[in-house]
Structures are given as C-alpha cells and as structure tokens.
C-alpha cells in the first residue's frame, strides 16, 4: 500500500507566499491517495490538492478509470474544504471515467431541504451538486462528463473489500459528522482520522476517547488530525486568554501523541494544518513535539523508537 498526501492544510487553503511560506509542509486542503498493491486507485477527500491528483494522472496517462474498475472516492464528510477541489478533478470531465463516490452519504433530512428537493438526495450529492450550482461555478455537477455515482453507506458500514484491499469505515466527533477510513492489506494497517475531536479535557483519556483508541490500535500509520496546540485549543486550560475552540471537531496535538502512544500506533503523522501555522512553527512545533513524545515514551517504559511522530508534508509518499 502506497500513501500519497496531495493536501495537508485544514479549512482553507493557505498558498505560499514570500513572507508566509507554507511550501514545506502544504497549502492545499485535504486530500491523500491510497494505492493498493493491485494498482488500484483510492483517493481520499477532494480538498483543493485533488487538482493535483488529476494533473499527476494525465501526465502519467492513468487518468482512465473503467466502469468495472471505478475512481473510488472516500469522502469523509462535505465539508468544503474536503470538497472544493472536485470541480477541478480533470478526470471527472471524461466522458470514459467512472467515478464512485463514497462517505456521509446520509439523506438529507430537514423538512426545508425535502421541500426543495422533489427526490430526497444523499448528502454527498446534495453537496457537490449545490458547489457547482447556479451563479456560483459555471459547470453544473449533473453535466460533467464522466460517470459518476453514490455508493451505498450499507456497503461502507459492512466493510469494502476492493481488489485485495479492505476498507472500515466508523463516525468520528465532528460537526454534522465525518468518517475515519481503516485501510488494511497484506498484514498492514493504515489509518485516515482527519477532521475529529477527542474528548475536551486535555489531562484525561475519556471512555470516548477509549474507543478511539481501539479503532486506531496498533495502526503502521496514523494520519490524524492535530490542527491545535493545547493553548489554543482551550487558552483557560492552559491558562490564558483567548478563543476556546472546543466542540470546532478538531484535535490537539500532546493529547493525539498520548492516545497514539497508548494504542500501540507505530508512525504517527499530525495532518489538518490550521492555515495560520506557517513552515517555521510546524518545523518548530515538530521539534517540540518529538521531545514531548520521547518523554512520553520514557514515562511507559518504552523503546525511543517505538512510534514516530511527523507533520504531514504535501507531495510525499509513504509506502507500506
Ligand atoms: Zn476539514
Ligand atoms: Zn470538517
């Protein structure tokens, strides 16, 4: 299994700029490919970098994708910045691809969204077709030219077996939702967890948070969020002032190292970078992190290399 990160940034993109470089470690909202041993193509989430992903595919003539071998896209939730890429997904605009679109595909519910829609609509659909609406894209969703269709949240609760590959799926604690992706094959185990927040008391493992840790247990690779550090997640438990940003569905990032640590994950890779943190306090942060690990480490009797912790960089591979 191959991991490729064509996003790392949370919430909006945040281009490099001279006096704000953010090339080290990626401007582009989320957006990662799993390949499986087969050849067979996953991309997860459709945040700006998805753009690359399209371009990379037509420099490498691979952009073809059959209607027994569909493009499998894992949403995990709509919000935009796990979207606003897909308008500019070039593959999507042939008329030979197919395209298979999994994730948050719950129906809209609320009676004003029934009253505007004559046939009740997946989310996922709902969403895509509204970003390529009327006076806000100039193509509309429903005319692009590939082959596009929703996957069943049945078959993702069930466990997707593709090509080799298996694919788990479970809700994680977020506003309006949002998935985790499990991928397994050939004995490895790779985990997506982007977009969740852990319980808000930093000190302590809470029985939620418990579970989590089943579910990334003993993981090879950990991509999860860590958008904030302690202080800017809740400034009056750190004791500052400040804006708390508990219940915004992210995590941070001591506290993801400690629960990693515990679930017997292996390389742990901290992803959703909040657009304000530039190359140099990642790179920093990182330092600070590694240390906060090693201590953590220390404290369980542990090995120094018993996990690893890194930022997400865009445009690198791992490979499992
Ligand atoms: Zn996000
Ligand atoms: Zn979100």
Redesign the pocket.
């Given at each position: 299994m191959k991991i490729s990160l064509y996003g790392t940034r949370?919430?909006i993109p945040a281009p490099s700029r001279r006096n704000r470089p953010t090339h080290e470690f990626g401007g582009n909202t989320?957006c990662l490919l799993v390949e499986g041993a087969s050849g067979r193509h996953f991309v997860v989430d459709g945040g700006s970098g998805i753009r690359l992903y399209g371009e990379d595919l037509l420099k490498a003539n691979k952009a073809m994708f059959s209607p027994d071998k569909p493009l499998v896209a894992l949403l995990t939730h709509v919000?935009w910045?796990?979207i606003q890429g897909i308008p500019f997904f070039t593959p999507i605009y042939f008329p030979k691809n197919s395209i298979v679109f999994y994730g948050n595909c719950n129906y809209v519910s609320s009676l004003n969204e029934a009253l505007q829609n004559s046939e009740p609509k997946k989310i996922t659909q709902f969403a895509l077709e509204k970003q390529q609406g009327k006076f806000v894209f100039p193509v509309r969703f429903s005319d692009l030219q590939s082959n596009v269709t929703f996957g069943d949240n049945e078959d993702l609760r069930e466990g997707l077996e593709i090509d080799g590959l298996t694919i788990r799926t479970r809700g994680v604690n977020h506003p309006e939702g949002c998935y985790s992706y499990m991928f397994l094959e050939n004995g490895k185990k790779f985990v997506d967890l982007?977009?969740h927040e852990h319980e808000p008391q930093l000190s302590v493992i809470g029985p939620k948070d418990a579970k989590m840790m089943k579910w990334i247990e003993g993981a090879d690779v950990l991509l999860q969020d860590a958008q904030y550090t302690p202080e800017e997640y809740d400034p009056e438990q750190a004791g500052k002032k400040g804006t708390k940003k508990v219940g915004w569905g992210h995590s941070v990032d001591e506290k993801v190292i400690r629960m990693a640590v515990d679930a017997g994950v292996k390389r742990l890779i901290l992803t959703?970078h909040d657009p304000t943190h530039l190359d140099q306090f990642l790179l920093d942060r990182e330092t600070v992190l590694r240390e906060y690990l090693g201590l953590q480490l220390k404290e369980k009797g542990l090995p120094e290399n018993a996990m690893s912790v890194e930022y997400a960089r865009e445009d690198t591979s791992i490979e499992l």
């Open positions: 949370g919430s989320t919000h910045d796990h982007t977009d959703h």
